[in-house]
């Protein structure tokens, strides 16, 4: 599901089954502490992610949360995890290809109340209510999912903080795509200034998924890619 919204260079893997994995030291260290199901998630995650390195001809390697979480990959890959009720996903690429790759999932319900106030900017919510003519998507959710896709780009590259209001994120309905505007202080990663991101979505069999993939300055698509998937870019 995850892999239709991300170019043919990144490896995608994705399962709605927990899995048995060997955890690497560091890993199980990681989550010594923690409750049954946050261990299941984080093992079929990794299972995941060590499926989608091979596919990058890469060994199997550590993948233990850093700081704010977020996974440490091998040296020149850029990766993404997710989890939710019954879906895991990781998706890797090389950095000769992306400069940053973020990807969420969500059960495609409505968000806590007072929730989807405390994540969304006026603007957000003004549309909110324009999208609910599209279909059975729970808007607020799909927000939720984009803004986190948009972190999980954003943070890896940068190593700063993004609240929810420091993302303005516009969602083509139509198009399937949305666009987020950041409203933190531009970043400058291998001569790319990021100040914006553009992704894509989709919605299906009770799940929300939505997907950034940034190409590097070197990244030179194929025809078939041109045809097959509007890049996602950063902002210049």
């Given amino acids: 599901m995850i892999e239709e919204l ?5 490896a995608c893997v994705e399962t709605t089954d927990d899995h ?4 690497f030291p560091e890993e199980r260290a990681a989550v010594a502490g923690a409750v049954e199901k946050r261990r299941r998630e984080f093992s079929t995650a990794r299972w995941c992610a060590r499926q989608a390195l091979r596919r990058l001809d890469m060994p199997p ?3 233990v949360p850093g700081r704010r979480g977020a996974p440490s990959w091998p040296a020149a890959v850029v990766g993404s995890i997710t989890h939710c009720a019954g879906f895991r996903a990781a998706a890797v690429a090389h950095q000769r290809d992306l400069l940053t790759l973020g990807i969420d999932a969500e059960p495609n319900e ?5 929730v989807f106030e405390t994540i969304s900017t006026p603007d957000e919510r003004d549309e909110h209510r324009m999208l609910g003519k599209f279909g059975s998507v729970c808007w607020d959710r799909m927000l939720f999912s984009i803004k986190e896709s948009v972190y999980k780009a954003w943070y890896p590259v ?3 903080f993004l609240d929810f209001a420091e993302a303005t994120v516009r969602i083509d309905a139509e198009r399937r795509t949305f666009h987020a505007e950041l409203h933190a202080p531009p970043a400058h990663v291998s001569g790319v200034r ?10 299906s069999e009770g799940l929300l998924v939505s997907a950034i993939a940034v190409p590097s300055r070197r990244y030179l698509p194929t025809a078939h890619e041109d045809r097959a998937w509007p890049v996602a870019r950063a902002g210049r």
């Fill in 6 to 10: 991300l170019p043919p260079r990144v």
């Fill in 20 to 23: 048995v994995v060997t955890l």
């Fill in 61 to 63: 390697t550590p993948i």
């Fill in 110 to 114: 409505p968000l806590s109340p007072g």
């Fill in 158 to 160: 940068t190593h700063q």
């Fill in 194 to 203: 990021v100040a914006a991101f553009t992704g894509r979505w989709a919605a």
